[in-house]
């Protein structure tokens, strides 16, 4: 998937070496266009049926994390950069699209968006070598590495309709249906181009989360994601898995 490359983008291209595809660590310049050591990237979505105001027929966003390549991560990298007001951040800099678009779609189920949002920033998106402010150009206002990490979250999520993905195959949910778990990654796997999610279930079988992985090619800020199998196995069982309706 290819972002639109604005005017302020990271004019890195996309032509190079995806994250992790290079054996050879590239030098501490070049990481602002070839993301490193966090190359293995998961977007992760949520299937929660007790947030209020969550989309019945949509997954929703729980982030988008910098895993190193080779399964092992860190987090919360640069305190400095911790900010707080998300919503005003994005407002202010001209992502009030962005914005209302993670008030429907990137919901916190104990406590506040705000404090959600940033939690995911300060111990994801702090790690991302091509957000590094010394990436940006240096004119740009504080905090404009945020907006472009929520801008591409929110860019990358939409081009995963899970949901949609899953109708598809007849497969809604259900109190009453049970699934298999090759029933429901056969059904991802030919909506997504034949690249294989790992899902995540509850100790009651209930259906929860599920993991989309990447490598990229560029910067986080207008880079191309390019769609890899999870390099993880699924944690539901292999039958029996429920896939419920929400009820807010």
């Keep these: 998937m290819d972002f639109f ?6 004019g890195c291209g996309t032509s190079g070496p995806a994250s992790c595809q290079n054996t ?11 993301e490193s050591p966090g190359g293995l990237i998961m977007q992760t979505q949520v299937w929660d049926t007790e947030v209020a105001g969550s989309p019945t027929d949509s997954w929703t966003i729980h982030g988008l994390w910098p895993d190193n390549c080779d399964g092992t991560y860190i987090e919360n ?12 951040l994005l407002d202010s800099q001209g992502a009030s699209d962005t914005l209302e678009y993670m008030q429907q779609y990137w919901l916190n189920n104990h406590g506040t968006n705000e404090r959600f949002w940033e939690h995911e920033w300060a111990t994801h998106g702090t790690c991302y070598s091509t957000l590094d402010v010394n990436c940006l150009p240096s004119n740009s206002p504080t ?24 109708a598809e195959a007849g497969i809604t ?15 991802l796997e030919n909506a997504s181009g034949g690249y294989t999610p790992a899902l995540s279930c509850t100790r009651s079988h209930t259906l929860s989360s599920i993991s989309w ?18 390099p993880k196995h699924s944690t539901c069982p292999s039958s029996g898995i429920r896939y419920l309706p929400k009820e807010g």
């Design 77 to 88: 990298c640069d305190p400095s950069r911790d900010y707080k007001n998300i919503a005003e």
């Design 173 to 187: 949910p259900s109190s009453r249906q049970t699934h298999t778990l090759s029933s429901l990654l056969s059904a």
């Design 213 to 230: 992985y990447f490598n990229l090619k560029g910067s986080v800020i207008d880079g191309d994601f390019v769609p890899i199998n999870t």
């Design 24 to 34: 050879n660590a590239p030098p501490a310049a070049d990481t602002c266009c070839f």
């Design 143 to 166: 905090g404009a590495e945020a907006v472009a990490f929520f801008e591409t979250v929110v860019k990358v999520f939409k081009t995963l309709p899970t949901y949609d993905w899953l």
């Design 5 to 10: 490359q604005s005017p302020g983008g990271s």
